[in-house]
């Protein structure tokens, strides 16, 4: 068109950019906005739109709020672009408050803006902010929109609230993929891997073809299960039955329920079919090795990681654990050495918890909560109640080459105890607890949370990093597997 000697206007900007974000093309993406700076459309909110639209497509966030924050007449379309943007790039803290600013500035949010936002409230489990944002879907009378009950089933569902999610579910009309979906991956990550099933299998029989990412949750539900039999069927059947050549979250997933169930060696033998695996998936496995306490094949396969992958900070961790736990304290040290030599740091374990619209962080023997000394007392009245119930405190999860009083020591200081006791302190008789962890909950504290829900009578719902557990009267959900 240039060529021909034509001059593009506004309409022709927009189509160009839709095109280089579909193909990730950055490089040609920068060299439009040039041209649109050249012809002087930079100001025009429908092409500045479509250069958010793009930026964030080439994980160029920055670049679209940049974009954004120099567009002078800002319109629905504009806000939802840049919100989007940011929620899809991981960005949801700042999504969140430029959708506040979007309400501040007397912008009415339409169906596509809480589309947009819902995931950021689901990502980073503010369920009081979620609720908030329900309620003003319902005044906004959008509660009938299949996108967006879509993403209310998603949020209350990785929220801890799979019951709401369910009925959400229930409500909604003329069901597409994404909700049936989000109902079976909720289902899945509480553990409720029959309902995943029986869900899976009824949106088969409305005439809704699976796609891979329903595959994906339907596999996740039999790994929380140990349902190796059914994984298996439906692993096999993706191909045959519905055309869907596995991706790296399948193999993920059968790897994980393969470890999970302790055949560490099909695990292994699955992954190596694979094309190119990566360094996170030959890291299920690894982690399964800590858990069933394989030295030879964890070596094995870190060496496999290390070569995809050698910055990896979780599998050194973790091998260095595998060593400490098996009493192998000098390979532990070389381990932990190499990390320092690279300039490597493990991330703390960590547990919040919500609690009046605000968020509280605690990390194991972390002082600088305000109400720290507060909730030690509260931590040594749970631990007598505890002891005069039987509990024993299970020290083979604690990798420090330390006494056993010292070893019990820091299992009282877990963060997501920490977590639980300030919930308990700061709620209500009868609150439920909801507390989110970034690991995998040791041993020792899934059995400590289980006695604290019956001596406080209390539910207690804790997500770590890969399920809900829902521990109430002494039990867990998760029926010890996890």
Not at 134 to 155: A, E, K, P, Q, T
Not at 314 to 337: C, F, H, P, Q, T
């Amino acid at each position: 068109m240039r060529a021909s000697g034509n001059t593009p206007d506004h309409s022709v900007f927009p189509s160009v950019l839709k095109a280089c974000a579909f193909l990730l093309d950055l490089r040609l993406g920068e060299a439009v906005h040039g041209c649109i700076i050249r012809y002087g459309f930079d100001k025009d909110l429908y092409v500045a739109s479509s250069l958010i639209n793009m930026y964030s497509r080439c994980a160029r966030v920055e670049d679209s709020i940049r974009v954004f924050k120099i567009t002078r007449q800002r319109d629905t379309i504009s806000w939802n672009s840049v919100i989007a943007g940011c929620v899809q790039n991981g960005m949801f803290d700042e999504g969140l408050r430029l959708f506040r600013q979007m309400l501040k500035d007397n912008v009415i949010p339409g169906s596509v803006s809480f589309s947009s936002i819902m995931p950021a409230c689901a990502h980073l489990t503010t369920l009081n902010l979620g609720k908030q944002l329900h309620g003003y879907i319902m005044r906004c009378g959008f509660d009938d929109n299949v996108f967006i009950s879509s993403s209310l089933v998603d949020m209350y569902a990785k929220c801890g609230h799979i019951r709401t999610a369910g009925w959400i579910f229930g409500g909604i009309k003329g069901r597409d993929m994404v909700s049936w979906t989000a109902m079976i991956m909720g289902c899945a990550l509480h553990g409720y891997a029959e309902d995943a099933i029986s869900l899976f299998e009824q949106m088969k029989l409305e005439g809704i073809r699976p796609n891979h990412v329903a595959i994906t949750a339907i596999l996740t539900a039999c790994s929380h299960a140990g349902m190796i039999d059914e994984g298996r069927r439906y692993f096999d059947r993706m191909t045959e039955e519905y055309g869907i050549r596995p991706g790296l979250e399948h193999y993920a997933a059968m790897a994980d329920l393969y470890s999970r169930k302790g055949k560490l060696n099909d695990a292994y033998q699955l992954i190596s079919t694979m094309t190119t695996p990566t360094g996170t998936i030959w890291s299920l496995l690894l982690s399964a090795c800590r858990v069933h306490k394989n030295v030879d094949l964890a070596e094995k396969v870190a060496s496999k990681i290390f070569e995809v992958d050698p910055e990896n900070i979780g599998a050194r961790v973790l091998l260095s654990n595998i060593y400490a736990n098996d009493g192998r304290w000098k390979e532990a040290a070389k381990v932990r050495m190499t990390m320092r030599n690279m300039g490597i740091r493990k991330n703390p374990a960590c547990s919040w918890i919500e609690v009046k619209n605000k968020i509280h962080t605690f990390i194991a023997d972390d002082k600088s909560h305000p109400l720290h000394d507060e909730i030690n007392i509260a931590l040594c009245e749970l631990q007598e109640k505890m002891e005069l119930a039987g509990y024993v405190a299970d020290t083979s999860e604690v990798l420090h080459d330390v006494d056993d009083e010292q070893k019990k020591y820091l299992l009282y200081g877990h963060s997501e105890r920490r977590a639980i006791a300030f919930g308990i302190m700061s709620t209500p008789a009868g609150t439920t607890i909801r507390v989110i962890k970034n690991i995998r909950i040791c041993v020792d504290c899934h059995t400590a949370i289980k006695l604290i829900s019956k001596i406080v009578g209390r539910e207690i719902v804790v997500r770590d990093n890969s399920r809900f557990h829902h521990f109430r009267d002494g039990e867990c959900s998760c029926g010890e597997y996890w």
